[in-house]
């Protein structure tokens, strides 16, 4: 879909759906985005080195992370 120049309406679907589950996932008005793309980018990266000690590192450290209490 990223590289298909024809898919302009197929993407705009997927952006809303993008934004949709960022909002879900949001515990104020600017962290779904973040949240959701570090989410994503640590299931690649873990899918990515799957059977190795590194890949439930990213994990464990990922998850720590993100339900750490935030900090003002």
């Known amino acids: 879909m990223a ?5 302009g309406e197929l993407r705009e679907t997927y ?3 993008v ?9 104020d008005a600017d962290d779904g985005l973040p949240v959701m793309a570090t989410l994503v980018g ?8 799957a059977g190795t000690e590194l890949s ?6 990922t998850h720590k ?8």
């Open 3 to 7: 590289r298909e120049p024809t898919a």
């Open 19 to 27: 934004r949709e589950f960022a909002a879900w996932m949001s515990t």
């Open 15 to 17: 952006a809303a759906g």
């Open 42 to 49: 640590a299931i690649l990266l873990a899918r990515a080195t």
């Open 65 to 72: 992370a993100l339900t750490a209490p935030h900090r003002p």
């Open 56 to 61: 439930e590192k990213i994990l464990e450290s």
